[in-house]
């Protein structure tokens, strides 16, 4: 089963700041956040990965609470190829190569 | 070809057919998988392949067969399916040793079971 929680559905205007949110209260020392995006009918696609610190790349930005028990995925420019379903999963990736996948977060940006 | 490719994109097989999807990796990784995502489903891992040795099965019906003849190819053998094995079958790859690894996905087989 997923170890993560995220809302079913998020609607964001083109051009502003898409906030993804994620709960992960269970998440422990080892485990890592990741981000993956699928667009329709396509192959999922990563996006970003973190463990403690905020990260960001071209693509997103990280953002982890302190007490690493919730995360939030920000697109800080949201245009229509954004609209995707956006997965957060949380893995010890030391132990194990796997990703379970929940049901993300279906993310409609609107124009 | 670069990243991860899968053939054929599209499969429609009956029931008693037999037939094999592949899968190919140019990214020079260790490790491949299959996944499985029916409709409105999340994804489900199969298989898992670390080295060319199946790591990972995540109880998968007989019917369905991997092989992994070397770190760049993956098939998927199948045979005698049922309509429920109808699905997107995705493919990814990544490197073992990388902690944090990601994995890349290809475009998937589209398969539908008669």
């Known amino acids: 089963d997923a170890k993560t929680t995220q809302p079913p559905s998020m609607d964001c205007a083109e051009g502003r700041a898409a906030n993804l949110p994620c709960n992960h209260s269970t998440i422990s020392g080892n485990e890592y956040v990741y981000w993956y995006r699928q667009i329709h009918s396509q192959g999922p696609q990563y996006i970003i990965h973190?463990?403690?610190n905020n990260e960001t790349n071209e693509m997103a930005s990280l953002i982890i609470t302190e007490d690493r028990k919730s995360s939030t995925l920000i697109l800080p420019h949201a245009t229509l190829r954004d609209t995707a379903v956006y997965y957060c999963?949380?893995?010890?990736?030391?132990?194990?190569?796997?990703?379970?996948f929940g049901t993300g977060t279906l993310l409609a940006v609107q124009p | 070809e670069t990243g991860v490719t899968q053939t054929p994109r599209h499969l429609v097989m009956g029931m008693t057919n037999k037939k094999s999807l592949k899968c190919e990796q140019h990214l020079g990784h260790n490790a491949m998988y299959w996944y499985k995502q029916s409709a409105k489903k999340p994804l489900e891992l199969m298989f898992v392949y670390n080295f060319k040795e199946q790591t990972e099965n995540n109880s998968v019906p007989s019917r369905f067969s991997p092989e992994c003849p070397n770190s760049s190819h993956l098939f998927l053998h199948l045979h005698t399916l049922q309509p429920e094995d109808s699905a997107l079958y995705l493919c990814?790859?990544?490197?073992?040793?990388?902690?944090?690894?990601?994995?890349?996905f290809g475009p998937g087989t589209r398969l539908t079971v008669l």
């Open positions: 999963i949380v893995e010890d990736r030391g132990a194990t190569n796997k990703l379970i």
């Open positions: 973190g463990l403690k």
């Open positions: 990814a790859s990544s490197q073992v040793e990388l902690a944090g690894a990601e994995q890349f």
